[in-house]
């Protein structure tokens, strides 16, 4: 299953979407890695399938189990690593990331997005972890 962290670097706070291996085989890449600071909202969405909008580009999904890669749609592009019965954090970001959304299924999800909301805090020393 996907991770979900903050991570501190040269540059600031970054927000990293690791990929099991088995998902970074379908999406053709192992993370997803984008600045704290273009995270304009954080939320969460109790059904993985609602999360989801637009058409696979690149990566699978299998109905009723799992989705993971890159959806094109005509706001842009999302990436989506959800699984069926995880809830799923949303977080819309700010140009010029390459991606209008990042979803993502987490088992604490309502604390990860707490932690991520651009009104949050992530001031601390060691890596943050959003979720399991």
Do not use: K
């Not at 990929?19 to 999406?27: D, P, Q, R, V």
């Not at 580009?57 to 009723?64: E, H």
Request: proline residues 8%; neutral net charge.
């Amino acid at each position: 299953m996907a991770r979900l962290v903050v991570e501190r670097d040269a540059d600031g706070w970054t927000v990293v979407v690791r990929l099991a291996w088995w998902e970074a085989l379908l999406a053709r890449r192992r993370a997803v890695r984008v600045p704290r600071a273009w995270v304009a909202s954080a939320g969460v969405e109790p059904d993985w399938w609602r999360a989801m909008r637009g058409t696979p580009v690149v990566g699978r999904c299998r109905p009723g189990r799992f989705c993971v890669g890159e959806r094109e749609h005509v706001l842009g592009r999302d990436f989506v690593a959800v699984r069926a019965g995880v809830p799923v954090v949303v977080l819309e970001l700010r140009p010029p990331s390459p991606f209008v959304r990042l979803t993502v299924s987490v088992p604490e999800a309502e604390e990860a997005a707490r932690s991520l909301r651009p009104d949050g805090d992530a001031e601390e020393d060691a890596p943050e972890e959003a979720s399991g």
